[in-house]
Each structure stands twice: as structure tokens, then as C-alpha cells.
């Protein structure tokens, strides 16, 4: 009986601190490979096919999700993602935005949120092009837009 | 014959100075130009220093410069340098796009708008919304081609062309104009202010205004989002009417002279709160303890001067009770006006940031055929005071607005979200925060 009690309050020890873990270990770093148990935390809005090209220095992310929710931005740097915002938790409006530097031509990022025992890992890519590329990308989809119409 | 020679000598000098005179008014007023606007010119040059109401009908309220990058968008209130050099750039290529000679205009996609907004361009955000008509006459020119409804949002892109957006329709025009030094004049912008970090994106770059997933909140598309901070500062608030606890009687026969009653042969009581009431035969003015003047008629009303243009005429009047007060000059206008426009709403603002009462604008007026009917007033003088302090960042202070609905609500829009000073008429010191304008609240 006593073996079976402490078997239980072991299992139940390992429930309430497993996520625990499993989040306290995503504090200042997340591995590359991570993979979230969830898919509807949160919905990036911007970018939204989850890459974009700018020639900013630097770029906003947006998304939505429900209030609660934390979310974490981390910069991918080999195997792992170094943290680079700090965690933020929805609030009422459900809306979420942060500015991330672009200081590569290659930038890749990784939005962690966390609800509960539910967490979710968005892969961002944000790829830097000189301005004169930009300008002659808006011309030509205003031109067709405008022959279009 | 001495004295022939002396009085030839005079005239000769005296002509000679009559033409120098002459031509001086002629070079820098430019009299001989065809359709030549002498005396909006006469008023254009006034506005560099003047903050009279009734020059700054037509300015609008902030002016977005966007330089392509969302790490360098600046916004630049009324009053400021920068705002002035921009704006005098901007008025003139506004005035060419609403003159009667203009063919070109096209309407274009919500997609071509966006995408001058996110290149090289000037954006004219107006607190009131105006027919192009009206806005036309206002600014001296008698006939536009620009049709549509009203308009409150202009921009002008790096090549110098003009567009606007019709409120009521949402639709796009496009004015073909051109000017070379658009371009130099947004660069000039961004670099005389590459040190300042003001990372600002509208609420459409962020898809804040589209539906996605569950979400609950919409921006309205043209909403800025500031990301980098926003500071303000103490204002503390007087009320001119008040003088150590007594009404101020300077200012009120100021006041009384301004609304043409004479205070010698007006009837007049004082209310239990203090208020004081002037009853003529053209109707009862009110002067409160805190400051509200209201003015109300059955008759005729009091004729207003200053030519045809009703909103023209209040702002004169305006600009004299709030001399006549030693209230703060800088109003700007946030009704509607058309031509069937009557009633006309202003609230103050500080260094450019507008002062939003809750429930009250600074200043509301009912006009019917040229006579004020109606008049209300919070008098006010504001002194800004004390080092700046960050406010609460834009969606924190969304967050902390939405609490209050989020148990009931399916949905909420919000249509405006800009810096203001939002305050009750009791307040004697002002901090700027977010105004939010809440379109609508879907219940669940």
C-alpha cells in the first residue's frame, strides 16, 4: 500500500510538473526542432503565410489568440532559438504585436505560446531586400491591380 | 524760382516712392496672377503664427509621413515645425487637386491606396469630416470636379499625386498632378529625424481590421499602431472665468460685449450654483462656475459676421469668446460639414493633441440661416507642465478598455485610437492617454 502511495503521488508529482518543466525550459532558449502539442493558440496575422520580405531594419509580427495566452519570441541561431522577446500575455482584446530587428538577410524567429498545458511553436521568416527591389514589386502589383480594374 | 525747383524735387521723389511702394505690393502679393486669391493669401500668410480657429478650418489635425519603412514613420501634430513646412508643401498641391481645371481623376483600388501609404508619401489625417465642395470654397476656389461625399484622409505620393478617400463609400480617387520636390521634402523629413525611433504601422499592415481565427477585436484599417513609446506630460487646467473663487467680471463683460449685450441694460440673476443668466430679447446666456458659457435663443438668434460661410462665421466667433475669455486659441474642427450642415462640434488641443471631454466637445453651435441659435463652450486655458513620462503602450491600454466588455461581447470595432488628453470638465490637471472610439459592441 505504501509503495502503491508513493507511486501515486510520484505520477502525480510528474503531471503538475512535467509542463512546468517542459515551459520553464523554453525560458531564454527553445531547440529548433521544437514542436507545440497545439495548433489554435494563436493565428499569426502578420506575416501571414508566416514569411515576408522587407527592406526595413525592422519588422512587426501580429497575431491573435485567446486572452490568457503567453507568447515569446525567439531568434533562431543554429540548434537552438535565443529569446529575444520576453514573454507577454494576451490580454482582453485578443490582439498581440511586437517589433523584432531584421539584423540578417536571413531572419528566422520562433513564436512560443503557452495556455495552460497547451503550447504552440510558429515558425516565422522574415528575409531582408535592398528598397529598390520593394519599389519595383508595389509598381508592378499596383499596375495590375490598376489594369485589372 | 528756387522754390519751383524745390517743390519739382519733392514730386519727383514723391512719384519715384510711389512706384517703389507699388511695385513691393505687387512682387510679394502678386496682385496680376489670374484668379489670384489675394486675400486667402492675405490669411495663408497669417497661419504660420496664428491659431485662430477660422485660419485652420481646412488644416488637418496630423500629418503622417511615410518613408517606406515602417522603423522611420513620423507623425507631426499642428503646431509643429516640421508639420508647418509639410503642410505648406501639401496645401498647394491640395488646392491644384480640388481646382475646377483638374481632369485627371481616377478611382482606384483600397490595394492602390495601401500601397501609397506604404512607399514615400504624405498622409493628411483630418479630425472633421468635409464635402469637397464646401472644403474647395473654403480654401477660395468656387467649383470642384471632386463629386463624392465627404472626406476626412488625403495623401500625396512622392511624384507629387493627390488622393483621397470618399468616407461614405470607401472609395479611392486618384488626382494626377506632379511635383519633383515631394520626393527631396520626405527625405529631408527622414533624415532630420533618423535618430528618432517611431515605429508606427496601420492597423491594415497588421490585419488588425480583418476577421481571423476567433478574433474578437477589429481596428479600423487606417488606425496607427504605435509600437516604439509615446510620452506626455502633465497639463494643468485653468478656468479663465474663475478668479479667486469669484466670477472674473472683466472677462464676463468681455463676453457679454462679444455676444452684443450690452451689460448695462441686460436683465440678470445669479442661480443657486452660482451661474449667472443674462436673459435678452434674443435669448438667455449662462455662464457656469466651471467655466461652460451656453447661449440658447427662441428668436431669431445673433447674426453672424464674417461672409457666407457659416462654419467661417462660428469659427470668427468663436476666436472672439475665446479672446474675449483668455481661453486657449487652438480648437480644430470634428464635425461633418456639407451644405446642409448645421450643427458644428470643436474640441481644443495642446500643442497639436487634442483635448477629448467626456461626452462634450470643447465647443458645439447650431447655426439656421446664418443666425446662431445655439452655443455651448467650455472655457478653458491649458499650460503644459513637468518632464515627459511614457504612456501605457497601444494594445495594453486596447487590453485595459475591452475588460470592461469582454463578458458580454462577441465582437467590438474600433474606429479611432489616437493620443489625446481625455478628461471630465472638473479635471484641473491633464495627462495624455489613449482615446479610443468604440464604433460598435456585438453582445453575445
Request: charged fraction near 20%; charge should be negative; glycine fraction near 6%.
Amino acid at each position: 500500500v505504501k509503495k502503491r502511495l508513493i507511486s501515486l503521488l510520484l505520477a502525480m508529482l510528474c503531471a503538475v510538473s512535467v509542463p512546468c518543466i517542459s515551459y520553464a525550459q523554453y525560458e531564454t532558449t527553445i531547440p529548433v526542432t521544437a514542436q507545440g502539442n497545439s495548433t489554435n493558440l494563436i493565428y499569426i496575422k502578420r506575416p501571414q503565410s508566416h514569411s515576408a520580405s522587407t527592406s526595413d531594419k525592422t519588422y512587426t509580427i501580429s497575431a491573435v489568440g485567446a486572452k490568457g495566452t503567453k507568447v515569446k519570441i525567439f531568434r533562431k541561431t543554429g540548434e537552438v532559438g535565443q529569446i529575444i522577446k520576453t514573454e507577454k500575455e494576451i490580454g482582453a482584446s485578443g490582439l498581440y504585436s511586437a517589433v523584432v530587428d531584421l539584423s540578417q538577410d536571413v531572419n528566422n524567429f520562433i513564436v512560443y505560446a503557452e495556455n495552460g498545458g497547451n503550447n504552440q511553436v510558429v515558425n516565422i521568416q522574415i528575409s531582408k531586400v535592398k528598397q529598390s527591389t520593394v519599389d519595383k514589386l508595389k509598381n508592378l502589383t499596383v499596375n495590375i491591380l490598376n489594369f485589372i480594374k | 524760382m528756387k522754390k519751383e525747383h524745390f517743390k519739382n524735387l519733392v514730386l519727383i521723389v514723391l512719384i519715384i516712392t510711389n512706384f517703389m511702394l507699388s511695385q513691393g505690393i505687387f512682387a510679394n502679393k502678386k496682385l496680376w496672377l489670374f484668379g489670384y486669391n489675394f486675400f486667402a493669401n492675405m490669411g495663408n500668410n497669417q497661419e504660420k503664427d496664428d491659431f485662430s480657429t477660422a485660419l485652420h478650418i481646412t488644416v488637418p489635425e496630423k500629418i503622417y509621413v511615410n518613408t517606406g519603412y515602417q522603423s522611420s514613420r513620423f507623425c507631426f501634430s499642428r503646431g509643429s515645425a516640421q508639420f508647418n513646412t509639410i503642410y505648406e508643401k501639401a496645401e498647394k498641391l491640395i488646392s491644384s487637386a480640388f481646382s475646377a481645371s483638374v481632369k485627371n481623376i481616377t478611382e482606384i483600388s483600397q490595394e492602390a491606396w495601401y500601397s501609397v501609404l506604404s512607399g514615400k508619401s504624405m498622409y493628411l489625417s483630418f479630425s472633421g469630416e468635409y464635402s469637397p465642395q464646401i472644403y474647395a470654397e473654403l480654401i477660395g476656389i468656387s467649383q470642384t470636379n471632386l463629386s463624392f461625399d465627404t472626406f476626412s484622409h488625403i495623401a500625396i505620393n512622392e511624384d507629387g499625386n493627390v488622393f483621397i478617400m470618399d468616407n461614405a463609400n470607401s472609395a479611392f480617387y486618384r488626382i494626377l498632378l506632379s511635383d519633383s520636390s515631394v520626393k527631396p521634402l520626405i527625405e529631408q523629413i527622414m533624415n532630420d529625424n533618423r535618430d528618432t525611433e517611431s515605429i508606427i504601422n496601420y492597423s491594415y499592415e497588421l490585419n488588425f481590421d480583418k476577421d481571423f481565427g476567433d478574433q474578437k477585436t477589429f481596428i479600423s484599417p487606417m488606425v496607427p499602431v504605435y509600437s516604439s513609446p509615446v510620452y506626455t506630460h502633465t497639463v494643468f487646467v485653468e478656468n479663465p472665468v474663475m478668479r479667486s473663487e469669484e466670477m472674473n467680471s472683466g472677462i464676463i463683460e468681455r463676453i457679454l460685449s462679444a455676444f452684443s449685450i450690452n451689460p448695462n441694460t441686460v436683465r440678470r440673476y445669479t442661480e443657486a450654483d452660482g451661474t449667472l443668466v443674462f436673459v435678452e430679447n434674443n435669448g438667455v446666456l449662462k455662464i457656469t462656475t466651471d467655466g461652460v458659457l451656453n447661449f440658447t435663443t427662441n428668436d431669431t438668434g445673433i447674426e453672424l459676421s464674417g461672409g457666407n460661410m457659416a462654419i467661417l462665421s462660428l469659427s470668427q466667433f468663436t476666436d472672439k469668446i475665446n479672446s474675449a475669455s483668455g481661453s486657449q486659441k487652438e480648437l480644430t474642427l470634428t464635425s461633418p460639414i456639407g451644405s446642409e450642415t448645421n450643427s458644428y462640434t470643436f474640441d481644443y488641443l495642446i500643442s497639436g493633441i487634442p483635448v477629448k471631454f467626456n461626452d462634450k466637445s470643447a465647443v458645439s453651435a447650431k447655426i439656421e440661416d446664418g443666425f446662431l441659435k445655439e452655443y455651448t463652450h467650455i472655457l478653458r486655458k491649458f499650460s503644459p507642465s513637468s518632464p515627459e513620462i511614457p504612456m501605457q503602450p497601444f494594445i495594453e491600454a486596447l487590453d485595459n478598455t475591452i475588460v470592461y466588455y469582454q463578458d458580454s461581447m462577441k465582437e467590438i470595432h474600433i474606429m479611432e485610437m489616437f493620443p489625446a488628453y481625455v478628461c471630465d470638465i472638473s479635471d484641473h490637471e491633464l495627462i495624455k492617454d489613449w482615446y479610443i472610439e468604440i464604433n460598435d459592441v456585438i453582445a453575445e
